[in-house]
């Protein structure tokens, strides 16, 4: 397998509305990402797990909230979000650590197209 | 820090004609470079990678690349076209690691390629 799967692929969300994107990975892979595309800007970079722990959050705020309940599995929790939240979130997964040449790539899912009215 | 750098908002090319997508880059060390594919409505894929080695990288679906260390350059190319070339592009660079940290990728702007028949 080596698909990274993210669910659900469209989400509509009032801004009271608590959801949840889901990420999984069979891999093997021991970082995980999430990222934020804007229509037609690159991907912007919001958490990185390594080895099931946070180990970069970069200035998101507190209405996205990461889980990895397990080395498969990446969870982004939504509450309380805007409409300039709407975009296409992305998962990556890769390797591992930063050294390796193996470990430098990403793999990336399809995407949740995420819709706040 | 760094920074990735793609001059071109779009390029055009009949199929056929040899493709080239423009990338510049800025780090403090030795630069790990990478191309992205993003197809509509769908995730990043990896196209190649420049680590260390010979400068002339070749990657998935016949593209290729030329890391240009003077010219601090790594531009993408494909000597014949498809239309099913016709995607958005990314540049990316990688940051420098903190261990452990995973991946932190810098992406440029992005170029769409528009190929036709």
């Known amino acids: 397998d080596t698909e990274v799967t993210q669910t659900p692929k469209h989400l509509v969300m009032g801004m009271t509305n608590k959801k949840s994107l889901k990420c999984e990975q069979h891999?093997?892979?021991?970082?995980m990402y999430w990222y934020k595309q804007k229509a037609k800007k690159p991907p912007e970079l919001m958490f990185v797990?390594?080895?099931?722990?946070?180990?970069i959050n970069e200035s998101v705020p507190s209405r996205f909230s990461p889980e990895c309940p397990n080395s498969s599995l990446l969870n982004l929790h939504l509450h309380a979000l805007q409409p300039e939240d709407s975009a296409l979130y992305l998962c990556?997964?890769?390797?591992?650590?930063?050294?390796?040449?193996?470990?430098?790539?990403?793999?990336f899912g399809a995407g949740s197209r995420l819709t706040v009215l | 820090a760094q920074s990735v750098a793609q001059p071109e908002d779009q390029v055009n090319v009949a199929e056929g004609n040899p493709l080239t997508v423009k990338c510049t880059y800025s780090v403090s060390g030795n630069p790990y470079l990478f191309w992205y594919v993003q197809y509509p409505n769908r995730g990043l894929q990896f196209l190649l990678k420049y680590i260390t080695g010979d400068n002339l990288v070749k990657g998935s679906y016949g593209f290729e690349a030329e890391f240009n260390k003077s010219q601090t350059s790594f531009h993408l190319k494909k000597p014949s076209a498809l239309v099913s070339d016709s995607a958005l592009y990314f540049c990316?660079?990688?940051?420098?690691?903190?261990?452990?940290?995973?991946?932190?990728?810098?992406f440029g702007g992005g170029t769409r390629v528009l190929v036709k028949p």
């Open positions: 990316a660079v990688r940051e420098e690691v903190i261990k452990a940290a995973g991946n932190k990728l810098t």
């Open positions: 891999m093997g892979h021991r970082a």
């Open positions: 797990y390594s080895y099931e722990k946070l180990s």
């Open positions: 990556a997964s890769s390797r591992g650590l930063a050294g390796g040449s193996g470990a430098n790539v990403l793999t």
